[in-house]
């Protein structure tokens, strides 16, 4: 089998983990026990890492979309010899409905087929190998039907509700016919191998279940601000990226998808990251998901604890953990060839200025709503952090795209650096006596004159990436999102101006810096963003829905889009991208709120 590209694959969630099932029906990528665990499918990264392919033996037209407001996927194949359907899922918990959702998700991966016409032959192809690859297993048939995968710490259970499944010797590899009217279903479920046994569900009863799980969370989410279908549809795999437990986002579901094809800029981003918060914090409300929005808010304040002298962390892992020390699986060979591939990620070993100022600017956002939540912990978090702020923001930094080359003085990190003080200091109300609200105020007024002094070119006419620098980086969109400059000064517009100009396409997508391999999403939406906040209504309109355009058939966004292609690069499906699109869609209606 060919590759498939990243464009290619839908998402499946069961808000533990989640899965990428290609046009061509083979499930490429699947890590069961947690967004971050070891993968059982990891064809995504070598062809040998391990796939189940459900699908014709001969070519097919597909068509696939996902049932409204879930994330489970139908696809079909259209055959010389007929029509069949193949509907995929990460079954739901019994009963699971509302914020249940995930909680007690069961890890079984449900495929079930239906014959839409005619008489068509389909062909299985389940070839698991867990440890990313590492492991082949022994297959073994069971007396009532199933097989069953075992290797390292894994059971994985295979079941059909149709033909008898036959194992081969490392793998169950078979051929069997569907016609109009019949349905054959498939449940696989993963345990550990010294654990409990695996859950056992009716395939079609499941699916089912699962549906009304997805359908009962959404209903409970509404949204009628502009482009309500694209910003229910971002909140959907906002969720799905959600690790339910916790209430972490994982930045996205895959490790080590390349920026560029072959190039070596491949990261693990199956974690959460603080930078990330505000905006997060910001899309789940305006996708009416407060409850999402707390339970994220609880996540980072415990996972940071007590604020000392070291930074804080730029990201966590989904149960808060700190060390996620980075190392390379040298057996792999990297989707098309982009070696090498990372589980892990250090940079959050790195000094980030700016993740101080995301955390504050999330509290801020959401103080109204934490009432009697805003306690003696809290309190102190927020101090920690702005006394941190204080006595850092001088010092260079790895900046929000974490080059791992040396420190600079960024100028976002130093805006962000802005925020936190100038956040702080409109809560400090509710921090009690240790708040420094003056000696904050007057460390906030330096930094703002530092960077409208040191943070413009003369000679570019805009804010660049780093003080000193003559480089263009889109970075800069945030100073009037972050309410540091409006978009109508005049020097803010001829930054927006020149960003756009210098880092754009013609297709409405905008790279970070000038060298920058492809279009990063994210970038765009704040683009549209900037433009509202100038007043350019028919501009962002115009880019914005050129963006929605560069979403695959089932409107996922990975991180970026290649300029030459169109095609979808870097990790699937990418939380920010989806972030950007929300809150970009809600500028529309809301110009002014930051």
Same mark, same amino acid.
């Given at each position: ?280 914090? /910001? %899309?789940?409300?305006? @996708?009416?998901?407060?409850? *999402? ?5 609880? !996540? #980072? +304040? ?120 100038? /956040? %702080?200091?409109?809560? @400090?109300?509710?921090?009690? *006596? ?5 000696? !904050? #105020? +007057? ?120 300029? /030459? ?30």
């Amino acid at each position: 089998m060919d590759q498939s590209t990243i464009s290619d694959y839908g998402f499946l969630s069961d808000c533990r983990s989640g899965a990428l099932v290609g046009r061509d029906g083979s499930v490429d990528w699947w890590c069961p026990d947690r967004f971050d665990a070891p993968s059982v499918f990891g064809r995504l990264l070598d062809p040998e890492a391990g796939h189940w392919r459900l699908a014709p033996l001969g070519p097919s037209r597909v068509e696939r979309a996902y049932r409204p407001d879930t994330l489970v996927l139908r696809t079909v194949h259209h055959t010389p010899e007929g029509s069949v359907a193949v509907t995929d899922a990460l079954a739901a918990e019994v009963g699971a409905r509302g914020h249940q959702l995930g909680m007690n998700s069961p890890a079984v991966l449900l495929r079930v087929v239906e014959g839409l016409s005619g008489r068509v032959r389909m062909g299985l192809d389940f070839a698991p190998r867990p440890e990313y690859g590492l492991l082949t297993p022994y297959v073994h048939e069971k007396p009532d039907g199933a097989v069953v995968a075992v290797a390292g710490p894994v059971a994985l259970t295979l079941r059909s509700g149709g033909p008898a499944l036959r194992a081969g010797r490392d793998r169950v590899r078979q051929e069997f016919e569907v016609a109009a009217g019949q349905c054959v279903g498939f449940d696989l479920a993963y345990a550990p191998l010294y654990g409990d046994s695996p859950a056992r569900l009716d395939p079609l009863t499941a699916l089912a279940e699962t549906v009304q799980a997805w359908e009962a969370y959404r209903e409970s989410h509404g949204y009628d601000g502009p482009y309500v279908e694209q910003v229910r549809h971002g909140a959907t795999v906002l969720t799905g990226l959600t690790y339910a437990r916790s209430g972490a986002v994982a930045a996205a579901l895959t490790t080590s998808l390349p920026e560029r094809c072959g190039g070596d800029r491949n990261y693990d981003y199956r974690y959460s990251w603080l930078r990330d918060f505000a905006i997060t914090i /910001r %899309a789940l409300w305006v @996708a009416a998901c407060p409850s *999402e929005a707390n339970r994220l808010f609880a !996540w #980072a +304040a415990r996972s940071i604890g007590r604020v000392g002298d070291q930074p804080v962390p730029v990201l966590f892992g989904l149960e808060g953990e700190r060390d996620i020390s980075e190392h390379e699986l040298g057996h792999l060979r990297g989707y098309a060839g982009s070696r090498p591939v990372r589980i892990g990620n250090d940079a959050w070993r790195q000094r980030q200025l700016d993740v101080p100022g995301e955390v504050i600017s999330a509290v801020w956002r959401m103080h109204e709503h934490l009432g009697e939540t805003f306690d003696e912990e809290l309190r102190e978090m927020v101090i920690g952090l702005a006394e941190q702020v204080a006595a850092t923001w001088r010092l260079p930094d790895r900046g929000m795209w974490e080059t791992r080359d040396v420190d600079r003085h960024y100028l976002s990190s130093k805006v962000l650096c802005w925020v936190a003080l100038n /956040r %702080a200091i409109e809560l @400090a109300p509710r921090l009690g *006596e240790r708040a420094d609200a003056p000696r !904050w #105020a +007057a460390i906030r007024d330096e930094i703002r004159e530092t960077v409208l002094r040191d943070g413009w070119n003369d000679r570019i006419g805009a804010y660049t990436g780093a003080f000193g620098s003559t480089e263009l980086d889109a970075s800069a969109l945030l100073l009037p999102m972050t309410q540091f400059l409006p978009a109508t000064d005049p020097r803010m517009r001829s930054t927006i101006e020149a960003v756009e100009r210098e880092l754009g396409t013609d297709q409405g997508l905008l790279r970070r810096w000038g060298t920058d391999p492809a279009g990063f999403v994210l970038c765009s939406f704040w683009l549209v963003e900037c433009l509202m906040m100038a007043g350019e209504e028919d501009r962002a309109r115009r880019l914005f829905e050129q963006m929605l355009g560069h979403a695959n058939d089932v409107g996922l966004f990975a991180e970026q889009v290649d300029l /030459r292609t169109g095609a979808q690069l870097g990790n699937m499906p990418q939380a920010l991208s989806h972030i950007g699109l929300i809150n970009a869609a809600w500028r529309f209606s809301d110009p002014i709120s930051p």
